[in-house]
């Protein structure tokens, strides 16, 4: 079956930095585009981030854009997002998903991470 495992979250200061990962497992990893969504408390789920199969496209919320950066590495089925002068309204859970086709997307996704929490603060 179909595994997606997300890490890397944690606490954090305003304008710090940190690195998500995440491992997909069951599916050829290389065929799929893959996205990285958030969700912060009484929100609805936001898409941050999108990546096409080669890793040659990307797709960036309007929210992220100059400061998240996603890649993948197809070598090792992971994919990350990493992100810079963080903001206390970044705060969130932080999902991994993967896509059912291999180009870039914000709502085709099938597969889905446990989360990662993420916390900006002073």
């Known amino acids: 079956h179909v595994q997606l495992v997300d890490s890397g979250g944690g606490l954090v200061r305003p304008g710090g930095s940190l690195t998500l990962s995440c491992v997909v497992s069951?599916?050829?990893?290389?065929?799929?585009?893959m996205g990285w969504f958030r969700q912060a408390p009484g929100k609805e789920r936001e898409f941050v981030a999108g990546?096409?199969?080669?890793?040659?496209?990307?797709d960036y919320g309007d929210s992220v854009k100059g400061r998240f950066t996603i890649s993948r590495d197809n070598a090792k089925s992971t994919v990350y997002l990493q992100m810079n002068s963080l903001k206390p309204e970044d705060t969130a859970i932080y999902y991994c998903?993967?896509?059912?086709?291999?180009?870039?997307?914000?709502?085709?996704?099938?597969?889905w991470g446990q989360g990662t929490q993420v916390t900006v603060s002073s």
């Open positions: 069951g599916r050829t990893f290389s065929r799929y585009a």
């Open positions: 990546i096409n199969l080669s890793g040659g496209s990307t």
């Open positions: 998903a993967t896509s059912r086709y291999g180009y870039i997307s914000r709502n085709e996704y099938d597969y």
